[in-house]
């Protein structure tokens, strides 16, 4: 009896779904009938290679792709404080991924972040930067998706916690926090800074990160003021203060050269942002690039040559003992690839001397480098980096605390200590 | 201009720096480049320190490339190298396994593990037999009749921690996170060894001393190639 009601159940279940593909298919076939007329152009090639172009800028590849697994099929699984997202197939498989769909539904997620359905989307999906891309670049993207073959891969629901699974919770927040429109280029700017902020602003997302989010996940402002990563050990510095990540005394060939290579004499791209630069960045076209060079520096242009404040601290006895600690086992583990005085070997090693991200207030980046190690990313300018080894299974916490507050004070840098409590949170979760 | 800088990193790699303190020379070599790795995986006098981290010098190439591309698009499980390799390219990682693969070091003393006849006797039969009732080839059929791996892809067995190959074969039977996510021929004989024949295994293989080379591939009898397709096929080349 039991059985026979389960059986019923499936079939049941199952007539239900293919009633409503049969729906969903029929509505979709009257749409994308009409639209096809209308989007038929003469240069529908080089529509999908432009397509293809701004797809590895805005790195869609990236999240809607597993590791090792099908390009742009989905099921990577991203985790945030609101639950694990798992992105969804966005391939031309009619079933499972959205073959089905026509450009106005494209637009619709792209620029208001619904889906085909009308369903709201989650904002783990970056269409709040997303929605400043033309519409223009937006059906290049999706003739381009329609383009590659069509996966067939269904991926898991989302396992969103309570209460963010709340329906009603997410459209308050789209009305606090969403805003909708295409980017409005700036009169009384370049067209390079045009370009870059286009960028910068929209497909590159790079909001997504350098943020600081509040407790509903909402990014606290479009200034790239840097934050700690959602879900990630990560802290993805400001690109807005010289403090950080800023660069307004950079040349514009420096910052393209980090941007493109991953590595410079003067800094390094690792985690997220070594991925973000292997996938996309690498890519971009020397204009597009430039353009996003231009528009970073503009940030802090006029801040360049001020030192940072409150790094001045006089050093007490026993906190210069403390320190030489610290410089004991760097001298033993780090040496022979920093350098005594710290600054690297250009291009491979990065200087720890003067290096921002060494300096930041949070420590969380070089505690991290000192836990895990890493490799810059592999790129066409760099493509053999060399590697930092983990020191995790040979430095207690105690150790690590020591080296890294020594790398903070030595030659000339400043910047407060670290203790071996935030050595224990730096670790876990990528 | 992306040429310029494509042109201006590889200079860079060769350049020595000159300015400030003590100048470090750093070798332009494969060597220098994986020392994220020797750190583990011991070279000169660092092999065998720890019995877990698994030798990977003169392992063939397509099964460290193997490995390598598991372990970065995570279908073998181990997080500090899951993070080393992330943001590698497969030609980087194929110049790697390259490297290791062509290390000519010296292989640790075997351990001396105290061993019952009964056990030494089913090891034995496993390893030059096996039980083809049970489809299990000896394991000398596929790992070389002196176990010391056929080229490409199919690798030694000795010179390796008994922990090490327990580990490695306990992931396998669980078919959990460790290895063995995706089925291949390995993955499908460990499944079917029991805890006393793994146990016998890895006591024996710890126990012998490693000499000798890879066989080639043309030792590898047809239908062996043909289950182990999944292995060879796909992961002996670059690409």
Redesign the interface.
Known sequence: MRRLAIKYHISHYQFDVLLLACMVSLLFFSITQVSDVVAEEPDRSIEVQHGAYLARVGNCMGCHT???GQPFAGGRRLSTSFGIFVTPNITSDKETGIGLWNQQDFWQALHQGKSSDGRSLYPAFPYTEYTKVTRQDANAIFAYLQSIPPISQSNPPNDIFFPYNLKPLLAIWRILYFKEGVYEPDQSRSDAWNRGAYLVQGLGHCNACHTTRNMLGASQDDTLAGGQIMGMNWYAPSLSSYQEAGSGDWAI?EI??LL??G?TKRAVASGPM??VI?QSLQYLS?EDINGMAIYLKSFTENEGGNTPGVRFLVMSGSLQKHLDFGGQLYEKHCQ??H???G???????PALADNRSVMMSSPLNPIRSVL???????T???????????F???LRNEEVALVVSYIRNAWGNRSSLVTAVDVDRSKGR? | ??RF??L??FC??C???V????P?A?PDTMA??????T??HGAEDKVGRDAYYPRIAGKPQGYLVNQL?NF????RYYQ?MA???????D??LY?IAQYFSSLRLPYPAPEQIPMQSEEIELAEHLIYVGYPGRNIPACSACHGDVLMGIEPAIPGLLGLPRAYITAQLGGWRNGGSMRGQVPDCMSEIAKQLTDAEVNAIAKWLANQSASGEPRPFSTLLPELVHRCSQNIMANGSKE
């Not at chain 1, 600054?343 to 090693?349: L, S, T």
């Not at chain 2, 970065?72 to 279908?75: A, E, I, N, S, Y």
């Open positions: 597993t590791k090792g060939e393209v050269e493109t290579t590595i070594a991925t292997k020397q022979t690839c350098g005594s005085d600054k690297g070997v250009p291009g491979i090693y895990n190690g890493g490799y810059p990313p592999t066409a300018g760099n493509p053999r980096p060399y590697g930092m080894p983990p995790q299974q040979i990528n | 201009m992306l800088i494509l201006a990193s860079m790699t350049v020595t720096s300015y400030g303190g003590t470090i750093v220098e480049r994986v020392k994220a790795c750190i583990c591309r970065r698009d995570g279908r500090p993070i080393l390799l992330e943001n590698m390219s030609e980087y110049e």
